[in-house]
């Protein structure tokens, strides 16, 4: 076991795991937030990306001992005293989700893309989102509401 202390949505958490435990179920199971999907477990769909020091970061492929000292934030905490993130603003505006299940993580991937640049084109939206699957084909409502956010203000 090893003790692990981490940011979690601005709050200092410290837990006691296992330190090869991948940080996804540390965010699960310990600390109750469900709202990063597991998808294949193999870094290879972006249902659990996470931010780690403002980088989007794949949760299921990230030992939690490799999240020491680090700042995690979550689909969780991009809320801000009651308001929802510009880019979950636009996400509802365009009925993007369809089941639902990948869209923490594309969220995760759009609300960093904007904060490196304010107006990405689709290109650039394209590039960013590569690793993020989704099985219901929400691809082009993802990028219309990149484009929403982007003129309302989702690099915050
Ligand atoms: S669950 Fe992590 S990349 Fe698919
Ligand atoms: S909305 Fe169903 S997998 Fe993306």
Aim: glycine share 10%; charged share 20%; net charge neutral.
């Amino acid at each position: 076991m090893a003790s692990i202390s981490l940011s979690v949505n601005g709050k200092k958490e410290t837990i006691d795991v296992q330190p090869d435990t991948p940080l996804l179920w540390v965010l699960r199971d310990t600390l109750g937030l469900t709202g990063t999907k597991y998808g294949c477990g193999i870094g290879a769909c972006g249902a659990c990306n996470v931010h780690m020091d403002g980088e989007v970061t794949r949760s299921c492929a990230t030992p939690v001992l490799s999240c020491d000292g680090k700042s995690i934030v979550t689909i969780e905490g991009l809320e801000q005293n009651g308001h929802l993130h510009p880019v979950q603003e636009a996400w509802i505006k365009e009925d993007v989700p369809q089941c639902g299940y990948c869209q923490p993580g594309m969220i995760m991937s759009a609300t960093a893309l904007l904060k490196k640049r304010r107006h990405p084109t689709d290109a650039d939206i394209n590039d960013a989102l590569s690793g993020n699957l989704c099985r219901c084909g929400t691809y082009n409502r993802v990028r219309k509401a990149i484009h929403l956010a982007a003129k309302n203000g989702g690099a915050q």
